[in-house]
């Protein structure tokens, strides 16, 4: 029987049949036996049925409503009493970047209230771990914000915005951003991944051809190799004091609208609810901190 709700809330998910099964791993008459074995048990239709088209009829928008109650309650039933007895694994993924920063603050919140736990914690890319997560291989992820909406599946919270900084060697004196742009060798962060976007809309939009030499995703990678007067970068503020330590010269480029988005997100209805629960408590708990 429960085989047949978690159907029935993916069609609702989903919107038909055969999307369902696609996205379940289930062959559409799967789904359909599904469906007719749960009308059997309950003597009921739950679907209007018009040619290729289903649509839930009000018996079958009662009984999703109910299907659902049930799954929250499963999902109590999961938890302990006390959130300070649970000893499951928590699986976090985290971009590099926040791995010496942001990271010890979360996991310092997060021990507050789950001191028995086992934390996990999973590196990676941001798209990677947005898919990692969409997969349920993690349970929360510290990553740069998509450049696309982000489905109502998930809860983020910002963590912090990072201005974008232009990052020279120290021997270049030009003063002008765009011509620096313009006329030294580009280290590009890499195309592909959420903060790279941020960087390519911004030269995109201001139509600053770069002279690219060299593409990274890696922060630290890219600043080393402007240390070593191999190019100019444009790069996410990851601490300026930090910053200030290395040899470049650092350029601020007074643009309040560019920055990169650093999020922690997580799914709403997980099988460790328990955590997502707090999330926004540990957000609030780095926020009043980090003031």
Do not use: W
Not at 127 to 139: R, S
């Amino acid at each position: 029987m429960f085989h047949e709700l978690k159907t029935l809330i993916a069609i609702k998910k989903y919107g038909s049949f055969s999307a369902t099964g696609h996205n379940v791993g289930l062959t559409q008459a799967a789904v359909s036996a599904q469906i007719k074995s749960l009308e059997s048990y309950l003597g009921i239709k739950l679907f209007e049925r018009n040619g290729k088209t289903v649509q839930f009829n009000s018996e079958g928008l009662r009984v999703l409503a109910l299907a659902e109650q049930v799954f929250d309650l499963v999902e109590k039933m999961k938890q302990p009493e006390c959130m300070a007895d649970f000893t499951g694994e928590i699986r976090i993924g985290a971009i590099a970047s926040i791995q010496s920063n942001i990271l010890p603050e979360i996991l310092e919140e997060l021990f507050k209230y789950f001191p028995k736990a086992k934390i996990k914690l999973i590196p990676g890319v941001s798209f990677n771990l947005f898919h990692q997560l969409g997969k349920n291989e993690i349970d929360l992820a510290i990553i740069i914000k998509p450049n696309f909406e982000v489905s109502d599946d998930y809860c983020h919270y910002t963590l912090k915005k990072e201005p974008i900084l232009l990052i020279t060697p120290i021997d270049i004196h030009e003063k002008h951003p765009v011509e620096i742009l313009k006329n030294n060798p580009f280290i590009r962060y890499d195309y592909s991944s959420f903060g790279g976007k941020v960087v390519a809309n911004y030269l995109n939009r201001n139509q600053i051809k770069t002279n690219d030499i060299i593409e990274v995703d890696e922060i630290e990678a890219i600043i080393r190799m402007v240390e070593k007067n191999l190019g100019v970068a444009l790069i996410p503020d990851i601490g300026m004091n930090k910053l200030k330590e290395k040899n470049i010269n650092i350029i601020d480029l007074k643009q309040p609208d560019l920055y990169r988005e650093i999020i922690i997100i997580h799914k709403k209805n997980t099988e460790n609810s328990i955590i997502s629960s707090i999330v926004s408590k540990i957000v609030e708990g780095v926020a009043i901190r980090e003031k």
